[in-house]
């Protein structure tokens, strides 16, 4: 039986500029508990607007356009997110949906270190904790994503970016979130391939672990046809297709998807035109 966790329809995002941009148009999928859905398609094509509009995190000139996002609780209340005041949307976030914003090193504080910044999650949304509670839970999560307990004393420019992506995680699952939204187009492209591989190897490990949700977001389409459950491809601000990873990369249905994977070379097989 399908147990949805988040249900957008009809949403759609304007850049109020002259003229006005639509950047996504009419959007309307729904996300499984405990699935991992990737979200493919070129730069450009919407897909981090999307992701910034499901948390309400957007800034002028953008504006939701229209559309519904219900976020259907743990508890059994669905949670009509763009009805939300101002307070209630911050305690929202990080509790119910988490983020993993794209470039780690400008995410993190500079001139902090990794466990005042993870100590700031807990101290903000969980003040019923003593210091020494917080002080444990985030050696706890720095332990949970293999950067080690140690390094809580670290700053940003310490850690290597494999170290810094991990902490970016740990900091996106401080509260145990049931939704994590990894916007992933830059960081992961910037790491070394079998760093890449061991974050990922862990994100997944950590879903069955602790059983959230996942929206993962990059233009690398073999990579979501590797960790995802299924996959949305976007283009112009509109998904064209939306299928299980398998079902994507034996039967793509539209033209652009078919094209996106011929565009990525192959390993195996005859060589073939790579597309541009």
């Not at 304007?14 to 729904?30: F, G, I, R, S």
Request: hydrophobic share 45%; net charge negative.
């Amino acid at each position: 039986m399908p147990d949805p966790l988040l249900t957008v329809h009809d949403f759609s995002i304007v850049y109020d500029v002259d003229p006005p941009v639509k950047a996504v148009k009419n959007v309307t999928l729904e996300l499984q508990r405990g699935e991992i859905l990737g979200l493919a398609g070129e730069s450009g094509c919407g897909k981090t607007t999307l992701a910034y509009g499901l948390q309400r995190l957007l800034r002028a000139p953008a504006v939701i356009a229209s559309g519904s996002v219900t976020f259907h609780d743990a508890s059994g209340v669905d949670i009509d997110v763009n009805a939300l005041n101002v307070e209630e949307m911050r305690r929202f976030r990080w509790d119910k949906i988490s983020m993993v914003f794209q470039g780690a090193m400008n995410a993190l504080n500079p001139v902090t270190t990794i466990g005042a910044q993870l100590d700031d999650v807990f101290r903000v949304h969980r003040p019923d904790l003593s210091r020494r509670e917080r002080r444990a839970a985030c050696e706890e999560l720095l332990e949970l994503v293999a950067v080690g307990r140690e390094r809580i004393r670290s700053f940003p420019h310490e850690l290597s970016g494999g170290m810094r992506q991990r902490v970016m995680i740990a900091m996106a699952l401080a509260l145990r979130p049931q939704l994590m939204v990894m916007v992933m187009d830059e960081p992961t492209t910037a790491l070394d391939v079998l760093v890449q591989r061991e974050i990922l190897s862990q994100i997944s490990m950590l879903r069955h672990e602790f059983g959230f949700s996942v929206i993962f977001i990059t233009h690398d389409l073999p990579l979501l046809l590797e960790i995802s459950d299924r996959i949305a491809v976007m283009r112009g601000g509109e998904i064209i297709e939306l299928a299980p990873a398998r079902e994507i990369w034996e039967h793509p249905q539209h033209e652009y998807t078919k094209t996106l994977l011929a565009s990525f070379p192959r390993l195996t097989g005859e060589r073939g035109v790579l597309v541009r």
